[in-house]
Every structure is written in C-alpha cells, then in structure tokens.
C-alpha cells in the first residue's frame, strides 16, 4: 500500500524503528478501515524490521481483512491483553525497537505507561507532526471523495433553506437536513449539524433549539458530511422575510472578506497571509473585534486537520492541500454571519468545493 510504503520512507529519513498509530483517523488512513472501538485498543505499527502490523479486537477481524489488510494481524478478545500479544509479536520477530514514535495526542496516559512498560528500553518521540504532513497533500482519490462530500453538503444547506419555508424550529430544521440526507445515502455526519436564528446566530458555536424562526431573523447554517470517510464543511447565513440594513451591511462584508481569502489563495502564499487578507477587510469596515476565530482549518478525514488557518502560521500553500474559509461577524444581542467554503488547492488557485450561493438570499 502506497501510505504505508511512504510512512515506511519517513521512518527511515527520520531515523525511526518504528512508529504506532492510534487514532481511528490515522487508522484509517493507513489501513483503509474506519472503525470506531471505543474503549478498545486499535492500532497499525510500522516498523523497518518487519511488515507492517495491526491490532485490532477479534470483533473486527474479518471487516478489517475484507477492506484489503494483507499484512501481519493480532485480533485479541475482550479476556486477553493486547499489548502483551504486542510484545510477544515484537519479541518472535527479533524486533525490540530502539525508538519509536506515538501519538502523543491521542493515547492516554493509562496507555502510554503500558506501551513504556513493554518496551522499557524504548525511546518515545511524538507522532503528531510525522502523520499530520503525511496527510496534508491529498491525492486525486481522496480529491474525488472531498468533491462528493461538498456536493452532499450543498444539498443538505438547499433542504436547510427550503425548510424555513414551513416555520420550523432549528432543530427540527436539522432533523429535516439529516434525514434527507439519509436518503441519499449518508450515514454520518461530519459534526452536529447547527441551525441558528435571531441573535443565537451571534455565537459561532451556538446551541440549537426549538426556537422557531422569524421574521427578520439571520438564519446560520453549520453542516457536514462523511463521503467514504471524508468530511466537508460548509456555513451560509440567509435572512427570513425581511433584512435590515445593518444586518446586509454585516452580510456583504464577510461576503467580500472571504472572497479576499480566496483570491489570495495561491501556491506558495503563506496561511497567515490568507487569514489577514480576510481580517484586514473586516477590520476596516469596522467589525474587527466581531471577528472571533480563525479563518479556517484543515479537512480530510476530520473536520478540523493541520494546518490550523491563523494569522501567525508560516505555512505555504502546496496543491493538494484542502482547508475551510470562513470569515464570520457576530455581533453579541444582535446576530451574526458566517460564510464558509471548503477549498482544494490546485495550479490555478484554490478551487471552492462548495458550491451553494452566496449571494444573500431573503427567504418568503
């Protein structure tokens, strides 16, 4: 397998034994199996010495090799120790690494102790950049399931908006977006669908509830969804009825903010540079303390994925990398709006995958 093939190659550029994934994301990744395993141990170890590894519960055995495992497997049950199955694996294989590197953000601390118990003489490096570059450039399948995901999405913003028509709450709203995109086939959302009115949507993490729409009301939607274990991630802001000035002022401005983002959006330019691009806009029209978060984040097998879109990172934009734009304005006791777009980066600039309108639209 091509990633394990180029892990392997970084192991060695890095002059690393071995390295142990934990995380379901990673996992995946790697293996091509998505599972969820809650309190279970799942892992892929790859090492110099030997083919690569994967433990993985008993339960799931068979699903992991009908994706295409083909290579070394511990399956453990409920009653037996994974990481002494681990070790004696090591052990046959005449493969005590001398160093290796683990997901410092992801394992515990419960689990880091077992891992250094087995392997006292051990030297432990933190995974987390390794696998983060690893997975920043994106190849044209992964492309191909980032595209499907953004066009679900867009359908699930086109059953959001249309929704409003029947004066539904928020949440019923959401249950209306989830269900007919159930419908189509998914089964996951990439993260709790949001739907706010009124003044909620002047908080950008806000909590939907029955409150049902209104006249006047800024409506903020927030969704995603999972395509073959890639998420989107998609925001519009739409009025219900009527708009006032101020709140089409508000509108235009993130409008043109992010617009400026993805104009700036080129190879080579810095992600600090497509933060500021947006944020220097708004601040000149007089919302800049209204700006409260980034301008995005990274998007591929987890909603929020390196980089991180803030003003202070030096990182150059390459091809292939997919990230989120999305300037918002929140103004506490009044509203707010937020437009965000998931991008792919190619020759030509940043292609948006996202494609529902943005002009602003005031719902009947």
């Not at 142990?20 to 969820?36: G, I, R």
């Not at 141990?41 to 055995?61: C, F, G, N, R, W």
């Not at 995603?224 to 519009?236: A, L, N, Q």
């Not at 103004?331 to 995958?353: C, K, N, S, W």
């Amino acid at each position: 397998m091509e990633r394990l093939n180029t892990l392997y190659n970084r192991l060695k550029h890095n002059d690393l034994d071995s390295i142990l994934v934990t995380s379901s994301a990673n996992f995946y990744y790697l293996s091509n199996y998505y599972t969820d395993p809650h309190e279970r141990l799942i892992a892929v170890y790859v090492s110099q010495y030997h083919d690569p590894l994967m433990i993985i519960p008993a339960l799931e055995k068979d699903d992991a090799k009908h994706v295409g495992w083909e290579y070394n497997m511990i399956s453990y049950t409920d009653s037996e120790d994974p990481w002494e199955l681990f070790y004696q694996f090591l052990k046959r294989n005449e493969s005590i690494p001398k160093s290796t590197a683990v997901e410092h953000n992801h394992l515990t601390v419960e689990r880091f102790n077992q891992v250094k118990s087995i392997l006292p003489a051990t030297e432990f490096s933190d995974a987390q950049e390794l696998l983060a570059n690893l997975r920043l450039i994106k190849d044209q399948q992964e492309y191909a399931k980032l595209k499907q995901a953004a066009e679900l999405a867009d359908f699930g913003i086109k059953t959001g908006v249309e929704a409003i028509h029947s004066h539904m709450s928020e949440l019923e709203i959401i249950a209306k977006i989830e269900y007919e995109l159930k419908k189509q086939g998914v089964q996951q959302m990439s993260f709790s669908t949001m739907a706010l009115s009124g003044a909620k949507t002047a908080s950008p993490h806000g909590t939907p509830s029955m409150k049902k729409i209104e006249q006047g009301d800024l409506v903020l939607f927030d969704l995603g969804v999972v395509f073959e274990g890639y998420c989107s991630d998609i925001s519009r802001t739409v009025a219900y009825k009527s708009v006032s000035s101020e709140q089409e002022h508000i509108y235009h401005t993130v409008l043109e903010a992010e617009t400026k983002a993805l104009q700036a959006s080129r190879n080579g330019t810095t992600v600090g540079e497509i933060d500021l691009a947006a944020r220097r806009y708004i601040e000149q029209a007089g919302y800049g303390d209204y700006f409260l978060h980034r301008i995005g984040h990274g998007l591929g097998i987890e909603t929020h994925e390196y980089p991180s879109m803030h003003s202070q990172n030096r990182l150059e934009l390459q091809n292939g990398m997919c990230y989120t734009i999305e300037p918002g304005i929140y103004v506490p006791g009044q509203g707010g709006v937020r437009i965000e777009d998931m991008v792919f980066m190619t020759d030509d600039g940043a292609e948006a995958l996202t494609k529902f309108p943005k002009e602003l639209q005031i719902v009947d």
